[in-house]
C-alpha cells in the first residue's frame, strides 16, 4: 500500500512562507505523479493547487497560486515539495498529498488524471 506522508505545515502571518514536503513509500509506489491539495473547511471540496510529473517534471498550478508557490521533486527520495510564498489568508486550509494509482495512464500533464492515494495532511493557518 502506497504510504504518503506530509510534514510542514503550521501558523503564519500573512506574506510569509511555508515548505510542506510529501515523502511517498510503498512496495507499489509506480505513480507517474504527485500533486497537493487543499481543502478550505470540512464539507468544502478538495481543491488542486500544484502537481508534478516524476519523468519529466511537468508542473500544474493552480490560478491562484501562480507565482506565489513552487512544487519541486527529488526522485531519488520520492519527496515532493511545495514552496509557498506570499502566503495569503485564503491560502488557510488542510493541504494534502496525493498520488494517482499505479494502475493509471501515464499523461503529459500531471492534472489530467485522477488521485486515488492520499496522505493525513498537514494544517496550514494564516492569520493577519
Known amino acids: 500500500q502506497v504510504l504518503l506522508e506530509e510534514s510542514g505545515g503550521g501558523l503564519v502571518q500573512a506574506g510569509s512562507s511555508l515548505r510542506l514536503s510529501c515523502a511517498a513509500s510503498g512496495p507499489t509506489f509506480h505513480s507517474y505523479a504527485m500533486g497537493w491539495f487543499r481543502q478550505a473547511a470540512p464539507g468544502k471540496e478538495r481543491e488542486i493547487v500544484a502537481a508534478i510529473t516524476w519523468s519529466s517534471g511537468t508542473t500544474y498550478y493552480a490560478d491562484d497560486v501562480k507565482g506565489r508557490f513552487a512544487i519541486s521533486k527529488v526522485n531519488a527520495n520520492h519527496t515532493v515539495y511545495l514552496q509557498m510564498n506570499n502566503l495569503k489568508l485564503e491560502d488557510t486550509a488542510v493541504y494534502y498529498c496525493?498520488?494517482?494509482?499505479?494502475?493509471?495512464?501515464?499523461?503529459?500533464?500531471?492534472?489530467?488524471?485522477?488521485?486515488?492515494?492520499w496522505g493525513q495532511g498537514t494544517q496550514v493557518t494564516v492569520s493577519s
Open positions: 496525493g498520488a494517482p494509482g499505479f494502475w493509471r495512464p501515464i499523461r503529459d500533464r500531471p492534472e489530467d488524471t485522477i488521485y486515488d492515494d
